[in-house]
């Protein structure tokens, strides 16, 4: 069973920022959150990952809450091509990537 | 250009026939995974490895099988004891001890 909760679809206006969330309750001390997108007919690309703290890269934030049961993941401003699905995923072992259904954004001009 | 190689990107079988799909990475990565994908649906893990000549079964190995003879590959091989095997196939890699797993473009196997 995904230990995640993301909502099935939003939309983002093309150059709006995207805030994605993800409920993860039940996560425990030692997992992290990772974030992974998936455009139509591609394998999955890695996106951010963190633990306690916020994390920003070149493609996104990461918005942990203090008691690590939800986050949020930031696009600064969308583009058409960051139209995919987006999973997030809570993990401590290398092994144990539990792929859900993820949040379909859809990015509109 | 370092990454992940799947070959072919569309395979077709029929039934009653094994099939194996490739999977060759040059990141000098550790370990090796398989996933499969049904259409709407999340990946679900067949098989990994983290070391040569070793590998474990992931959620759903029934009808499957893998070798890990090089550090480089991880050929899947779909049984005809696979029921229903027409999906999309992902190979990952990461590091050894480290989550982050890099994907492969997928094979998309379906059957006659």
């Known amino acids: 069973d995904a230990k995640t909760t993301q909502p099935p679809s939003m939309d983002c206006a093309e150059g709006r920022a995207a805030n994605l969330p993800c409920n993860h309750s039940t996560i425990s001390g030692n997992e992290y959150v990772y974030w992974y997108r998936q455009i139509h007919s591609q394998g999955p690309q890695y996106i951010i990952h963190g633990l306690k703290n916020n994390e920003t890269n070149e493609m996104a934030s990461l918005i942990i809450t203090e008691d690590r049961k939800s986050s949020t993941l930031i696009l600064p401003h969308a583009t058409l091509r960051d139209t995919a699905v987006y999973y997030c995923?809570?993990?401590?072992?290398?092994?144990?990537?539990?792929f859900g259904t993820g949040t379909r954004l859809q990015v509109t001009l | 250009d370092g990454g992940i190689t799947q070959s072919p990107k569309y395979l077709f079988r029929k039934e009653g026939q094994n099939v194996t799909l490739s999977c060759e990475q040059n990141l000098n990565h550790d370990a090796m995974y398989w996933y499969r994908q049904d259409p709407g649906q999340g990946l679900r893990l067949i098989y990994y490895?983290?070391?040569?000549?070793?590998?474990q079964k992931g959620d759903i190995a029934e009808g499957y099988s893998v070798s890990r003879e090089k550090k480089e590959s991880f050929p899947l091989t779909v049984t005809s004891a696979q029921k229903n095997p027409t999906a999309f196939y992902l190979c990952?890699?990461?590091?050894?001890?480290?989550?982050?797993?890099?994907f492969g473009p997928g094979t998309r196997l379906l059957v006659l």
């Open positions: 490895s983290q070391i040569v000549n070793d590998f």
């Open positions: 995923i809570t993990t401590g072992t290398a092994s144990k990537l539990t």
């Open positions: 990952a890699s990461s590091r050894a001890g480290v989550e982050t797993q890099y």
